[in-house]
């Protein structure tokens, strides 16, 4: 019996430990032990035991440990409790496994914790602006201190050809620029082709933007091309394919510049409308008093149209916001033409080979323009005709935003263009004769205010 007994140093050498610290063990009550009048003994099959309930231990802590790490916290982490809790001190957030601070205000964030060695790991983490994201950073880091071999799960990969069918189908089939999205996305899958979705740099995309200038497409073109890209990758991100967007730091081209200052004259308005075919000459007409826009004129229905009030309801508007808008005379003299050979259609503008309503005009408005000499002009410069005019005639902005249906007043601006005879008309307020006549004519007023025998303070030579 004896023989199974292990002395302390004995114990000591088999648990790997100092002495001392087998002391200390025993007088804890930690490890099981024989405590006679000639010291303490140990059974080699208890520590054994011993051993192994530690490691179920150490594993139940591991798990405890990896969870806290990998789940998600809750929105409000400050209001949990356990190992979670965050705690506040001293500018410093501290969890189970470390804790975040700054050193400056609104500086950067940087994780503190503990290794598996004991070392102490301080490192600033990277693109974190708020507390949440630094806590996300040092939770990432413990993992992958701690769990080297799962710090790197499964990537979830997939094609660009291949899920650009599955954005399509199931995440932009609802897009009014569906049909827009599709014919640009073939561009794309011939630059990108069947790429892996985690292989697409910054780089790549700015090469992609650079072979579409070179395709001769415009600035305003390519930044449509970017924004599908975009919101492409974006639902990558959500779907676990990517984990950040390489779209990131992209800067759109301005198109403040491309927009083009085309007002339409009443000496061109009288060509284009004596050109135009009877269906065109009416869509000219209410875009020029009313503003619309050409896809709001060809959805037009009759129900949309109440001529005893003379109000004309846009309800298929590119922000789906209702907007009214007042009939003039010519507008209701249009529509009134335009009832009487409705003969019961839905629509205002039918097609008659499908019975749905028209689509475009552009074929017929390109033929018109020649016919008239007119060039460069474009049917949505007739919208903007009507934003211009309106303000040239003393219309305030906000109200022609209203009648527009823009969300942001900056938009409007872009129409405010003033034409070349208004712009001159400012100029020539600085005339040097156009002066004389002011001063002259206050002269006068002071004349007539004052006595006669009175010196006028402006003197006219």
Known sequence: MSSDLLTTQEASEFLKVSCSTLYRYCEKGSIPHIKKGFGLRFRKEDLEKWLFQDIRRSRLAEGILKNALTNSPPADISKMKGGEMAIRKKGRRHFAYGSIYQRNAGGSWTID????????????????????????????????????????????????????????????????SLQADKSRMKALIQHFKNCDLREITRLDIERFVSSRLDAKNTESTCNRYLALLKAMLNIAIGEGYLERNPTKGIKLFSERKVVKERIISKEEEAKLVAESSPKLRSVVRIMLNAGLRPSEVFNLKWSNIDLSRRVLTVEETKDDEVRHIPLNKVLFDEFKCLQEIANHSRYVFINPKTGRPITTVKTAFRAACRRAGLKGIRLYDCRHTFASRLIQNGCDIETVRALLGHS???VTMRYAHSTDNVKRAAVDLLNPKRAFLCDDMVTKAGDRISDKTSTPYFSVN
């Open 113 to 176: 914790f503990y290794g598996p060695g004991n070392e102490r790991v301080q490192k600033v983490a990277k693109g974190a602006s708020t507390w949440q994201e630094a806590h996300d950073a040092l939770r990432k880091s413990v993992f992958q201190a701690y769990f080297p071999d799962d710090a790197k799960p499964q990537e979830k990969r997939i094609g660009f050809k291949e899920f650009s069918k599955t954005y399509l189908n199931d995440h932009a089939h609802r897009k009014r």
């Open 408 to 410: 942001d007043i900056r």
